[in-house]
């Protein structure tokens, strides 16, 4: 049973910067594809970064990249989204989400997401 629990958001300034973290367990680490998705008050969620674990593929939506970086450390069972330079409009919840298999040479979108965690708030002002 894969679960997976987010942590790291919180409520900053524009400009500032926050880690978000989130650790996958119940299940194999490798050989997946792991993202982030958001959802904003009143708006659909948005794929805006993945990677595929152990591999160095990495995608991100053009409304994040340059400012937010996915990571992983294996060992750890957990990936990461640095967010840098944020902005009052990247106030969202944050949710991470997997599915086995690799991800594709591109974006995923968030029906083919088969695992979710229960998300972390980001508010920018």
Same mark, same amino acid.
């Given at each position: 049973?894969?679960? $997976?629990? /987010?942590?790291?958001?919180?409520?900053? #300034?524009?400009? #500032?910067?926050?880690? $978000? =973290?989130?650790?996958?367990?119940?299940?194999? *680490?490798?050989?997946?594809? +792991? %993202?982030?998705?958001?959802?904003?008050?009143?708006?659909?969620?948005?794929?805006?970064?993945?990677?595929?674990?152990?591999?160095?593929?990495?995608?991100?939506?053009?409304?994040?990249?340059?400012?937010?970086?996915?990571?992983?450390?294996?060992?750890?069972?957990?990936? !990461? $989204?640095? +967010?840098? =330079?944020?902005?009052? /409009?990247? =106030?969202?919840? !944050? !949710?991470?989400?997997?599915?086995? %298999?690799?991800?594709?040479?591109?974006?995923?979108?968030?029906?083919?997401? *088969?695992?979710?965690?229960? %998300?972390?708030?980001?508010?920018? =002002?």
């Amino acid at each position: 049973h894969v679960q $997976l629990v /987010e942590s790291g958001g919180g409520s900053v #300034q524009a400009g #500032q910067s926050l880690r $978000l =973290s989130c650790k996958l367990s119940g299940s194999h *680490f490798d050989g997946r594809c +792991l %993202g982030w998705v958001r959802q904003a008050p009143g708006k659909m969620r948005e794929t805006i970064a993945q990677i595929n674990t152990g591999g160095r593929n990495t995608f991100y939506s053009d409304s994040v990249k340059g400012r937010f970086t996915i990571s992983q450390v294996v060992a750890e069972r957990t990936i !990461y $989204l640095q +967010l840098d =330079s944020l902005k009052p /409009e990247d =106030s969202a919840m !944050y !949710y991470c989400a997997t599915r086995s %298999g690799f991800c594709p040479e591109r974006l995923m979108t968030i029906g083919e997401y *088969f695992y979710w965690g229960q %998300g972390t708030q980001v508010t920018v =002002s």
